[in-house]
């Protein structure tokens, strides 16, 4: 900092800036300086501290445990939200949250991947209204076959397709899990499947939640077909399911040899440039910690809880 008489100087531009709400212009006639100088000594205002801003967000990140979140998983982007006192409100902030993050994102795309569980469904009612055209929502993995609102893909897609003018959707008419690779590779030549696959392999940002095999073990046949549609697989290993794969807690994928995912293959999914990856409060540490290590997500949304939660177990 200069002498007094140009602190002076600094502080009565500062608030003839900020207070007074004088344009540049009006302060080079002022002080009978040039609008160049002026900008300068704005810059100078912040770079020695003379004035404070602060702008109040009710989105207010743990950069702290985003850093560290980084160190440990690798993941390009994470997003951890700070929470106060009232949980109610910190759900509802971190809806809206997700909801901002995603939409973002969706504006700089043309096909957006839908997947399912109810997270997914509580962050698409969370969308704000948008005209952007020309937009695609479509499903990239088969059908759950689970009839629960938040599990079926028509409904979310519909439900994302509300929010946006113009907007369309396709859905894969098919199982989540088809055990005969005959049928499977048959099945996906078919022109009403193939046309969407081929839509689905354009997907520029998809999001999802991360489930546990008890999460998926209630659908239609699945319990009892255990041994069919995941050979070899001991159930004990499993930590989560992300885009209907099982994966153990250091975020190896248990079925890369034998998958029975109608759909994408994980290497395709894995092209798909922003996957973003909601854990929720209720999500298992163990659940939690292998979906970060599997390269499932380039960008991770969590609350401050949850994060503590994860980082406090390593």
């Known amino acids: 900092m200069q002498d007094k008489q140009h602190l002076d100087l600094l502080l009565s531009i500062a608030q003839d800036f900020y207070l007074n709400k004088l344009s540049v212009s009006d302060l080079s006639v002022k002080y009978d300086v040039s609008r160049y100088y002026i900008s300068k000594y704005l810059e100078e205002i912040i770079d020695n501290h003379l004035v404070s801003i602060h702008i109040n967000t009710p989105f207010d990140r743990n950069t702290v445990m985003e850093r560290a979140f980084k160190r440990e998983f690798a993941v390009e982007n994470v997003y951890i939200m700070k929470e106060k006192i009232d949980s109610i409100t910190n759900q509802e902030v971190l809806l809206t949250f997700t909801a901002k993050i995603i939409q973002d994102l969706i504006a700089q795309a043309r096909v957006v991947g839908i997947t399912w569980g109810k997270s997914i469904y509580q962050v698409l009612d969370s969308f704000q209204q948008s005209d952007q055209r020309n937009l695609v929502f479509t499903s990239f993995v088969g059908e759950l076959g689970l009839r629960k609102r938040y599990a079926e893909p028509v409904t979310l897609l519909q439900r994302a397709v509300s929010k946006y003018n113009s907007a369309i959707y396709l859905t894969i ?87 029975t995912v109608f759909g994408l293959s994980l290497p395709e999914i894995k092209r798909i440039p922003h996957r973003v990856g909601i854990l929720e409060a209720s999500t298992p540490i163990r659940t939690a910690k292998g979906a970060l290590y599997s390269d499932a997500f380039t960008d991770i949304i969590t609350s401050e809880s949850t994060a503590n939660k994860i980082l406090c177990s390593l």
């Open 173 to 259: 008419p098919a199982p989540l899990y088809v055990a005969n690779d005959h049928l499977r590779q048959t099945l996906a030549e078919e022109p009403a499947v193939k046309s969407v696959l081929d839509v689905a392999r354009k997907i520029d940002v998809t999001f999802s939640s991360v489930g546990t095999l008890s999460s998926i073990e209630n659908m239609t046949n699945l319990g009892k077909n255990f041994r069919t549609y995941f050979p070899g697989l001991h159930s004990k290993k499993v930590a989560g399911v992300v885009y209907g794969r099982p994966y153990d807690e250091h975020g190896r994928f248990l079925t890369a040899d034998k998958d």
